[in-house]
């Protein structure tokens, strides 16, 4: 299966738009959302194109390729309005014989992994820094923030096929790898 992963969204129209400009070129199965989809948070500023009902209807259509996971900013009313399952804590996939507990981060970090063997990978969004890290002999990976980068990194997002999970940018350019 080819994934497309991306967090936090935090409401931008514009950096969705984005987005899926790169999810029609990539031509993914699924698109996994690590969460954060429409509120931009307490703490964050306002990210450019900030539309969340743009958001709500550029997902909706396609509610049949999404996967996601609830982020802390995402909550029950949320849910009222996207037409995909949205406030799953985190979902396990498996690919090449690893586990994948893919989550948002804010429960579930390095500080606070979930059970996991040697080998198998945490996924989350949430810092808005992309990430690929071995902790106890374990792996982190985080794809990076769509709408609110931090540090130096870029608007990015990840993709996974074959085992090798690709950082991309929003032009597409790829800028990292990791290899399972």
């Not at 893919?102 to 059970?115: E, K, L, S």
Request: hydrophobic share 35%; glycine share 8%; net charge negative.
């Amino acid at each position: 299966m080819k994934l497309m992963i991306a967090s936090d969204i935090h409401g931008s129209a514009f950096y969705l738009k984005e987005l899926l400009e790169q999810y029609q070129k990539e031509q993914p199965d699924k698109l996994l959302l690590l969460g954060d989809i429409l509120y931009h948070g307490p703490r964050n500023d306002l990210p450019k194109g900030y539309a969340p009902q743009e958001v709500i209807e550029l997902l909706n259509g396609m509610k049949e390729e999404i996967l996601c996971v609830r982020g802390n900013c995402d909550t029950d009313v949320d849910q009222m309005v996207l037409e995909f399952p949205i406030l799953a804590d985190y979902c396990i996939l498996y690919e090449q014989g690893h586990m994948i507990f893919a989550t948002h981060g804010h429960v579930h970090n390095t500080a606070n992994p979930p059970m996991l063997k040697k080998g198998d990978i945490l996924l989350h969004g949430h810092t808005h820094v992309p990430a690929a890290d071995e902790f106890d002999g374990r792996y982190y990976l985080n794809p990076g923030s769509i709408s609110i980068p931090k540090g130096e990194s870029e608007h990015s997002y990840m993709m996974l096929e074959d085992g090798v999970f690709t950082w991309k940018n929003l032009k597409g350019e790829e800028y990292r790898h990791f290899t399972l």
